[in-house]
C-alpha cells in the first residue's frame, strides 16, 4: 500500500466483510482489528457487508476512527426471500436423541436436494469430526490440514455435503447450496444470519435449519454475551410461543420488525408461519410415496434448468468477467509472493514443523539429522532448474520484478541493477522442499497436485525440475512455477 501511496496510485481501499471488525474474539483475525490505522491513508474507504446491525454502526465508526458526520451509508433489505428458516427442538440431555435427529434430516435433506449441496455447522471441533466421521464426509475447521482442496472438492460437487466450525465462514460464496443445519445454538444472532445466509445464493428455493438441545445454550461471559444469547432464545421461541423467524432476523439487521409479523407474498415460509404444515414434516421421510420421489425429480429438473440457464449467461458474460478475476487473483499472487519471501528468509521449514523455537536460519545450515535429504533435493534442485527466458532471476528464481538484482530499463523489461543483489537466494526452492518433506501430509497433497497436472517425470518435459521452471505471468509480473508452487505450499501451511 505504502508503494501504491508513493507512486500517487492509491484511489481506493475496499473492505469486504467489515463486520469482522466489530468481532470481540480479539485472537481471531488479529490483522482485522488493526484496519482502523488505515485511515492514516488518508484515502476514501468502502467498507462493505451483508451483515451489519444498525445498533453496532456507530462501534465500527469508534474501531475504525471514522467520524460518523463523513460516513455516507447505504442499506439494502438483507432478507433471504428464497430461505425457509425452521427450529427443531430436541430434549434437555438427550444427546442420543440429538444424533438420531441430525443424522436424519441430513440423510433426508441428501434425498430430497439431488443435485445441491449441504453445509452442516457445529461449534466445537472434536463434535465436527465425530460428525463427519459418521456421514462418511470432510471435517473443515481451523486447524484442518488442506481446507482449500476440501472446499475444492466440495464446490466441484465430488462431495456433496461438509461439517464445519465458523471456520467455513467468510469469502465462501458456492451458490447451489440447498440446505444449512445447525446443530448447535448459535453465539449469536449476527452470527447465525452469516452462516445461514450462504444456503441459496443461486436464488432456488432452499433451508436454514437449527436443531437446538433445551438448556445446552453456553454461558454468558458478560452482559453483551446475555444480551445477544436472549436474542438467540427469542429466535428459538425459548421465552414463549414462537414468532416468525423472519420477524426476529429483520429486526434485529434491518430494524425492520414493525414491518412484518410474518413470512409474506412470495418469500419461503419459515416453520412458524407454515404452522401444521412445519409439524408434518417433521415426520416425513424421503422415499414415502411416488408423489414424493416424482417432485423430487421435478424439482431437481428446475435446479438443472436454472444451472443451464445461469452458465448460459455466464459464458455470455464470461470473457470479460473471467479476465477480471484472473488479474485479481494474480495481483494477490504477487502480493502474498512478497510477504512470503520476506518471511522465509533464514527459516528452517523442518525446524518450524518440529516446533523448535530455534528456527531462524537457512535450512542448509539445519543441524538436524532429518534435514539431509532434504538438503541432498534441494542440491539437485538447484544444480538441474533451468528457468524459461524472462521468467526469473536465473541465481535466485525470483521474478525480476522482486529481486534487488535487476531493475526496470523503461521499456516494460529488466537490466542489471548496478549495486543490486539478490535479498532472497535460495528462498524459493528451500522453502518448498523443506515444506513438502517437513510436513508428510503437505508433502503428500503437493505431490497429488503435480501429478494431476501431468507433472510425474514420465516423459520429455514432466518432471518436477522442468517444471518449476517453466514461465508463468502473474498480471504484469513475469513469473514462473517454482514461484506458483512456493505461494501453493505456504497458503497450505498457513491454514
Not at 452442516?120 to 462418511?136: F, R
Not at 431437481?300 to 464470461?318: A, I, P, Y
Request: charged letters at 30%; one cysteine or more.
Amino acid at each position: 500500500m505504502n508503494r501504491l501511496q508513493a507512486t500517487r496510485q492509491l484511489d481506493r481501499i475496499v473492505i469486504d466483510e467489515c463486520h469482522i471488525v466489530l468481532n470481540r474474539q480479539y485472537t481471531f483475525r488479529k490483522q482485522m482489528q488493526q484496519l482502523g490505522r488505515l485511515v492514516a491513508a488518508e484515502t476514501q474507504i468502502v467498507m462493505l457487508t451483508a451483515t451489519l446491525p444498525p445498533s453496532e454502526e456507530d462501534e465500527l465508526f469508534r474501531r475504525m476512527h471514522f467520524d460518523p458526520e463523513q460516513v455516507k451509508m447505504f442499506r439494502a433489505p438483507t432478507a433471504r426471500t428464497n430461505v425457509a428458516y425452521r427450529v427443531v427442538k430436541v430434549g434437555k440431555g438427550a444427546k442420543q436423541e440429538a444424533e438420531a435427529a441430525v443424522m436424519a434430516m441430513v440423510r433426508r435433506k441428501l434425498s430430497k436436494y439431488k443435485a445441491g449441496k449441504i453445509v452442516v455447522y457445529g461449534n466445537s471441533v472434536p463434535k465436527v469430526k465425530a460428525l463427519a466421521e459418521k456421514l462418511g464426509c470432510q471435517a473443515y475447521h481451523h486447524n484442518a490440514i488442506g481446507k482449500a482442496s476440501m472446499l475444492e472438492a466440495f464446490m466441484a460437487g465430488q462431495q456433496r455435503i461438509i461439517v464445519a466450525t465458523s471456520a467455513l465462514g467468510m469469502g465462501v460464496d458456492v451458490p447451489d447450496i440447498r440446505c444449512i443445519i445447525h446443530i448447535d445454538w448459535p453465539f449469536s444472532v449476527l452470527d447465525y444470519a452469516q452462516e445461514s445466509g450462504r444456503a441459496g445464493r443461486d436464488g432456488l428455493p432452499s433451508e436454514a435449519i437449527m436443531i437446538v438441545q433445551d438448556g445446552d445454550q453456553r454461558a454468558a461471559k458478560d452482559s453483551q454475551d446475555k444480551a445477544e444469547q436472549a436474542l438467540v432464545r427469542s429466535y428459538v421461541g425459548e421465552s414463549g410461543e414462537a414468532r416468525c423467524r423472519r420477524a426476529v432476523l429483520d429486526g434485529y439487521l434491518d430494524r425492520r420488525e414493525e414491518e412484518r409479523s410474518g413470512c409474506k407474498e412470495r418469500e419461503e415460509r419459515c416453520d412458524v408461519c407454515q404452522g401444521e404444515e412445519a409439524e408434518e414434516q417433521d415426520s416425513e421421510q424421503a422415499s414415502d410415496s411416488e408423489e414424493m420421489a416424482e417432485e423430487m425429480n421435478r424439482e431437481s429438473n428446475r435446479e438443472e434448468m436454472q444451472r443451464t440457464f445461469e452458465q448460459q449467461q455466464r459464458e455470455r458474460q464470461g470473457p470479460r468477467q473471467t479476465l477480471t478475476q484472473q488479474r485479481q487473483h494474480e495481483f494477490a499472487d504477487v502480493e502474498w509472493l512478497r510477504r512470503q519471501l520476506a518471511q522465509w528468509a533464514n527459516q528452517c521449514a523442518i525446524c518450524k514443523a518440529a516446533g523448535e523455537g530455534q528456527s531462524d536460519h537457512d535450512i542448509r545450515r539445519c543441524w538436524r539429522a532429518e534435514s539431509t535429504r532434504v538438503k541432498e533435493q534441494i542440491k539437485v534442485i538447484e544444480e538441474k532448474i533451468k528457468f524459461d527466458d524472462w521468467s526469473a532471476c536465473f541465481p535466485c528464481g525470483v521474478p525480476q520484478e522482486i529481486c534487488h538484482r535487476w531493475e526496470s530499463n523503461g521499456r516494460g523489461r529488466y537490466q542489471r541493477s548496478k549495486d543490486g543483489d539478490c535479498q532472497y537466494k535460495g528462498v524459493l526452492i528451500g522453502g518448498l522442499i523443506g515444506i513438502a518433506l517437513a510436513n508428510a501430509e503437505i508433502g503428500l497433497q503437493w505431490y497429488r497436485r503435480l501429478e494431476a497436472m501431468g507433472v510425474d517425470g514420465a516423459g520429455p518435459g514432466r518432471t518436477v525440475v522442468e517444471y518449476l521452471g517453466k514461465k508463468r505471468r502473474l498480471e504484469t509480473v513475469e513469473s514462473n512455477q517454482l514461484a506458483r508452487e512456493f505461494c501453493w505450499i505456504t497458503r497450505l501451511l498457513g491454514e
